[in-house]
């Protein structure tokens, strides 16, 4: 316990917690509501009585509907081979993936800057987290990766399109990195819990060049389900089987209510709410892409932003000042030179934040 640390983020709230009716850029969760669909769903499955534990894996009809995915996405069709364990979010998912798979002393590489769940659940197991910087354009270098593998090396986290950075990655970095990967028969752990959220190309997955990828998406962001707690994996039977024996000891399920909301979401358009996000991406490039020198987002809705000075904890303490509440970038990173702005607000918000940033600047 002594390796996590939650001063960085918890500093950022008690400014926050400060403030009046700020401006909140600091989010990480869709602005809009979860589809009344799976509200309905939701709703009857409780009135129904279906408010029991369910299969440690999850129910069958929505581990069916997530193996057609796979079927119609990466063409698999022997599920023996790759079962589905529905979890308690994409976070549940990590949870047993880490504890399954990392020993004390192996490491994990992954992206720096990169989502802290990742190296706190590794340090959690004994691992080492293996941060492999991205600066300053937030893409892959399979050089660097390669760089960094060496014998103790367990695991690839992947997270794509990213949290904090919103980089998307080419079909030609993931088919690189697969290489990668199959060279030094690395386990990949594909974190796609924003696949649905890719502005400027189709959403590619590795999954589909590397056999050895562990698989984990969710519903908390793609259908606004965050406090539903709903995920998924899949990957490798013998990951996947010590996984479920893992759930069962902790999570015991996936909540039930929600495994069958997910099933009706997955029957609903997002494709309003994704071009809405598009449009706010495009907001945040045309205000500060120029002023900040900011790397366009091509998926998620983050932007990671330089922050002018090159001191992140001091421009943001300027930003709260200022009634803009934003994250600096050592939260997300060994370097403290940039901030996280989440455009998941209102388009006016936005637009109120933009402009004290640009002024700020
Ligand atoms: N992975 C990434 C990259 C995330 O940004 C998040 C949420 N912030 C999660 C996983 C976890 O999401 P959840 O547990 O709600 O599915």
Redesign the pocket.
């Known amino acids: 316990m002594r390796l996590l640390d939650a001063s960085g983020i918890r500093k950022v709230f008690d400014l926050a917690a400060k403030m009046t009716d700020p401006i909140n850029l600091s989010i990480?969760?869709p602005d809009f509501d979860v589809p009344d669909a799976a509200k309905d769903v939701a709703i009857r499955a409780i009135r129904s009585g279906d408010n029991k534990y369910t299969q440690t894996q999850g129910k069958a009809e929505l581990r069916q509907a997530l193996a057609n995915l796979c079927r119609r996405e990466f063409g698999w069709s022997d599920a023996e081979k790759r079962p589905y364990l529905i979890?308690?979010?994409?976070?549940?998912?990590?949870l047993l993936a880490i504890l399954t798979t990392v020993n004390p002393g192996d490491e994990v590489l992954f992206a720096d800057p990169y989502?802290v769940?990742y190296s706190h659940l590794v340090n959690l197991a004994g691992g080492v987290p293996v941060p492999v910087g991205t600066y300053p354009d937030f893409r892959p270098d399979v050089n660097k990766l390669a760089d960094a593998i060496t014998d103790r090396t367990r695991m690839l986290i992947l997270?794509s399109p990213?949290?904090?950075t919103g980089a998307v990655y080419t079909e030609r970095e993931l088919r690189d990195i697969a290489d990668l990967a199959a060279r030094h028969d690395l386990l990949v752990l594909s974190?796609e819990?924003?696949d649905l959220f890719c502005y400027d190309q189709p959403f590619a997955s590795i999954a589909k060049w590397y056999e050895k990828t562990l698989l984990?998406r969710?519903?908390?962001?793609s259908y606004g389900?965050?406090g539903w707690?709903?995920?998924w994996a899949t990957g490798p039977a013998p990951i996947l089987e010590k996984m479920t024996m893992l759930q069962q000891y902790t999570f015991v399920c996936a909540p039930s209510i929600a495994q069958s909301a997910a099933l009706a979401a997955m029957d609903v358009d997002m494709t309003p709410h994704v071009n809405a996000y598009r449009r706010k991406r495009d907001m945040v490039f045309d205000a500060l892409g120029e002023t900040f020198g900011l790397v366009k987002p091509g998926g998620?809705f983050y932007a990671f932003v330089s922050a002018p000075g090159g001191d992140a904890t001091k421009f943001v303490a300027r930003a709260i000042e200022n009634n803009v509440l934003v994250i600096p970038g050592n939260v997300f990173s060994s370097r403290d030179t940039h901030f996280r702005l989440s455009y998941a607000a209102a388009d006016e918000t936005l637009q109120k934040g933009l402009e004290i940033l640009r002024a700020l600047a």
Request: hydrophobic content about 35%; proline content about 3%; aromatic content about 10%.
């Open positions: 990480g969760q979890t308690s979010g994409v976070s549940g998912g990590l989502f769940m997270n990213a949290n904090p974190d819990i924003y984990l969710g519903f908390s962001k389900m965050t707690r709903i995920g998620a």
